[in-house]
């Protein structure tokens, strides 16, 4: 089992940033591809980002392409998500997940573990 707490989400006003991190423990996460979802309120959960278990490859959504920037610190077992240039529209909870194998997925259901979620609020 792989535990997942994600933490530095909170209220930013638009082109402000923020970085979240999502830090695993339990049964270690290095190896494991991690991808980064959001959900908006009376909107599907989407993807964001995602990372693979090597940290050589990484995806992003058209969406936050240039915007956004996925890492991993395979030493701390934790991924990052660096957010830039933040528009109200990337308001959502920020979900971490993690999937058992090491290459990158963009579905949310190829992925077996999920944290709790952090809000991200951006005001215009």
């Known amino acids: 089992q792989v535990q997942l707490v994600e933490s530095g989400g909170g209220l930013v006003q638009a082109r402000g940033s923020l970085r979240l991190s999502c830090a695993a423990s339990?049964?270690?996460?290095?190896?494991?591809?991690m991808g980064w979802f959001r959900q908006a309120p009376g909107k599907e959960r989407e993807f964001v980002a995602a990372?693979?278990?090597?940290?050589?490859?990484?995806s992003y959504a058209d969406s936050v392409k240039g915007r956004f920037t996925i890492s991993r610190d395979n030493a701390k077992n934790t991924v990052y998500l660096q957010m830039n240039s933040l528009k109200p529209e990337d308001t959502a909870v920020y979900y971490c997940?993690?999937?058992?194998?090491?290459?990158?997925?963009?579905?949310?259901?190829?992925?077996?573990?999920w944290g709790q979620g952090t809000q991200v609020t951006v005001s215009s």
């Open positions: 339990g049964r270690t996460a290095s190896g494991y591809a």
């Open positions: 997940a993690a999937r058992q194998y090491g290459n990158i997925q963009w579905q949310s259901t190829e992925y077996s573990y």
């Open positions: 990372i693979s278990g090597s940290g050589l490859h990484t």
